[in-house]
């Protein structure tokens, strides 16, 4: 880690998601003596929305979030002669909106580079890097259309593994026919801890109007392959090989068009791998780390 400058990392979780769906990574960081910060997007979690919004509100919402931090710790930083860097990490729509960000802290850095005045260094994040989790800068999916019984198999598997965790085959065999057949790979006993727990309270947790944002930006067709070239800083994508919500040939693309940046492909996955493999994706993101930051 660099001396000069204090690493904090800010994880943002999918949809349906919430804060809990990320403990996997901030417990990780938290282990490593690095804060995490891991908040609801608007209209998800405990972040309650009552009117509609647009993607655009997540952004901002977070930018304002990181501008908070760190002017929050200025004075403390000054005495220590330290600068706050920001590392994000984004899962899905996370990922998504990391990229936003590192694109509007871009745009800030060559905003006070061309003018006379620079932009304040409290008032601007810097970012360190980007780790992408199963997203793309135009994300495509392959997903079927899923058919009313595999919802109705869906919801027999949860409610079977919260009545009998213990009792894997019907537990398997409702699941493997259900809708998450296309969120996971393998049908492990903590995979569907997360899922029946975890992915359970974020769905239901998921407002109305942040369903609409995300259709919204569906329909308009999101596609920023064309600026990723703006950014320079250290990227660690991830992609799941049998991803059906955000393909990892779409993820793949999004990696080459990074100037400066690694890509991790793991087979006999899905959309949910870090609920699939978590230690293994820890392992390779805290190597990459040790690399990058």
Not at 21 to 26: D, E, K, P, S, Y
Not at 64 to 84: A, V
Not at 113 to 139: D, M, R, S, W, Y
Not at 170 to 190: A, V
Request: glycine share 6%.
């Amino acid at each position: 880690m660099i001396s000069d400058h204090r690493l904090k990392v800010l994880c943002l979780h999918g949809h349906p998601g919430n804060s809990e769906a990320m403990q996997i990574f901030a417990q990780y960081f938290h282990a490593q003596g690095i804060r995490a910060i891991s908040p609801d997007l608007r209209g998800y979690g405990n972040c309650k929305a009552t009117m509609s919004f647009t993607m655009l509100d997540h952004i901002q919402d977070l930018w304002d979030l990181l501008k908070r931090d760190l002017q929050s710790e200025q004075q403390d930083l000054l005495n220590e002669h330290l600068e706050t860097e920001y590392l994000i990490l984004g899962w899905s729509l996370g990922g998504i909106l990391a990229l936003e960000l590192a694109l509007r802290a871009a745009e800030q850095q060559n905003l006070s580079q061309n003018q006379f005045t620079p932009i304040p260094k409290k008032t601007a994040p810097k970012i360190a890097g980007l780790i992408l989790v199963a997203t793309a800068a135009k994300p495509r999916s392959s997903l079927p259309k899923v058919a009313w019984w595999e919802y109705v198999n869906l919801v027999i598997a949860v409610a079977w593994h919260w009545i009998a965790p213990k009792q894997r085959g019907p537990i398997e065999w409702f699941g493997k026919r259900s809708l998450i057949k296309y969120l996971i790979q393998q049908h492990t006993q903590g995979a569907y801890d997360q899922i029946s727990h975890t992915g359970a309270k974020a769905y239901l947790q998921t407002s109305r109007y942040a369903q609409q944002a995300l259709t919204q930006a569906l329909r308009l067709g999101y596609d920023r392959t064309g600026d990723l070239a703006k950014i320079q800083i250290p990227c660690l994508v991830i992609a799941a090989e049998q991803d059906r919500h955000i393909t990892a040939a779409s993820t793949l693309e999004t990696a080459k068009l990074l100037p400066n940046c690694e890509f991790i492909s793991y087979p006999n996955t899905a959309h949910l791998l870090p609920w699939e493999i978590g230690d293994r994706l820890l392992a390779d993101i805290d190597a990459w780390c040790d690399r990058h930051l």
